[in-house]
Nanobody
Framework: QLQLVESGGGLVQPGGSLRLSCAAS????????IGWFRQAPGKEREGVSC????????DYADSVKGRFTISRDYAKNTVYLQMNSLKREDTAVYYC???????????????????WGQGTQVTVSS
């Protein structure tokens, strides 16, 4: 059974960087699109970024374009979210999730995703 574990969150100053990891166990991620989502207190969970199983398609929310980069390491069965130029409004719990699709497809729509990690807190504050 697929299990996802996020790590890499923490406290960072505005303008700083963090790299989140989403490590999978139990099943290879080769046949899953992976999405990163975040949820701030009192707000809906929003799709931040996604990457297709092939790694050839990525998508980003407008609020993070040019600052966040999603990537995947097939050998390590892990997906990363590199977050640069962090802003206070990036503060949230970040989740990764897996969608069993094939090829060059990914979506930031949360209802497509069936497996979720437990989340990691990212706090951007001075």
């Amino acid at each position: 059974q697929l299990q996802l574990v996020e790590s890499g969150g923490g406290l960072v100053q505005p303008g700083g960087s963090l790299r989140l990891s989403c490590a999978a166990s139990g099943v290879t991620l080769d046949y899953y699109a992976i999405g990163w989502f975040r949820q701030a207190p009192g707000k809906e969970r929003e799709g931040v970024s996604c990457i297709s199983p092939s790694g050839t398609r990525t998508d980003y929310a407008d609020s993070v374009k040019g600052r966040f980069t999603i990537s995947r390491d097939y050998a390590k069965n892990t997906v990363y979210l590199q977050m640069n130029s962090l802003k206070r409004e990036d503060t949230a719990v970040y989740y990764c999730a897996a969608d069993p699709v094939s090829g060059s497809v990914c979506t930031r729509g949360r209802y497509e995703y069936k497996q979720w990690g437990q989340g990691t807190q990212v706090t951007v504050s001075s």
